[in-house]
């Protein structure tokens, strides 16, 4: 099942998801109502989470629409819009935390000229974006920083959603907590340096890099979430970024160093994860700093992972 968030106007509504076309929540209940004869009541509410395992509180209901759309696609058919044609939203606006992993996939490290090392010997290193102005619905622009605007790269990254409150959950639990999976574009200003004329410090090399992910819009999600029972395995997605028409990026899960459950049972030791929060998990090599190519204006940039969507975005100068 996948579900999105989208809007005809002003108020943000949800609907199931299927590539090229979205079909309301209300026209499913009212087409099921009709031809069933049965009250399916689901309220038409934005929170993607009401809807999602594993404590949806209409995660059932919700599930059984779902399979009643893939069985009678001719009935909903007339109900069904075309993606193209609406506003896709960002499937969770103003999730509690937007945490992101650097360095997940060793031939990404080793294409930054860097040595990968082995999951035994190392950690996660985690790190965070502001979700108020970092997050950017899909089709919607990415701003290059004019204070900044020469060195900007792409990111396609496989992004949790969790779906119940844990601290200190095992390796072997952790997928128990997952709502669902959705597609981010983790976009990197690669060699922001604020104040050019200053006194070097220790820590400037680190702090640099880390407010280089922080530009407004740069963070691109969407453009559903894939539920979690639908999903069982996260390391067998594959993944594709294009920039135009050239494809820049093409790996899978399963290359990831700390796999989705081992990330969360890390982050869970010494951080509360709660309902909403986004746990992007990493990108694999292709990025466009390896061979020193960036984005400019104009650029079309399309982050896919399979079984999950299409995340396109365009570019344009801040």
């Known amino acids: 099942m996948r579900l999105c968030r989208f809007s005809q106007g002003n108020e943000p509504r949800p609907a199931f998801y299927f590539d090229n076309q979205i079909v309301p929540f209300e026209a499913v209940v009212r087409a099921h109502k009709e031809r069933t004869h049965r009250d399916l009541p689901l309220p038409i509410a934005d929170d993607l989470l009401l809807y999602l395992p594993p404590d949806g509180q209409h995660f059932a209901a919700a599930r059984e629409l779902a399979a009643w759309i893939e069985s009678n696609r001719g009935i909903t058919d007339s109900a069904a819009l075309e993606t193209s044609k609406v506003k896709i939203l960002t499937p969770m606006p103003r999730p509690p935390k937007l945490l992101l992993l650097a360095g997940n996939y060793a031939a990404h490290i080793e294409e930054g000229g860097r040595t990968a090392v082995a999951r035994q010997k190392t950690f996660p290193y985690v790190f965070m974006k502001p979700p108020t102005t970092t997050l950017t619905d899909p089709e919607m622009p990415i701003a290059i920083p004019r204070v900044s605007p020469n060195h900007i790269d792409w990111e396609v990254e496989l992004a949790v959603v969790m779906g119940r409150r844990v601290k200190g959950v095992s390796e072997a639990e952790a997928l128990k907590y997952v709502a669902g999976y959705t597609v981010v574009n983790d976009i990197s200003d690669r060699k922001f340096r604020p104040n050019p004329g200053r006194e070097l410090r220790e820590q400037d090399k680190f ?60 982050i869970s030791q010494f951080v509360t994860l709660e309902p909403g929060d986004i746990i992007s998990t990493g990108t694999p090599s292709g990025v466009g700093n390896a061979t020193g190519t960036y984005l400019k204006p104009g650029d079309q940039v399309q982050a896919e992972i399979e079984g999950i969507g299409v995340l396109r975005n365009r570019m344009i100068a801040g």
């Open 207 to 266: 702090f640099d890099w880390l407010h280089g992910k922080w530009h407004d819009s740069f963070c691109p999600m969407g453009p559903c979430i894939r539920s979690a029972d639908s999903l069982p395995d996260p390391q067998k997605l594959k993944l594709t970024l294009q920039v135009n028409d050239d494809i820049k990026q093409n790996a899978t899960t399963a290359q990831q160093i700390f796999p989705v459950a081992a990330v969360i049972e890390f």
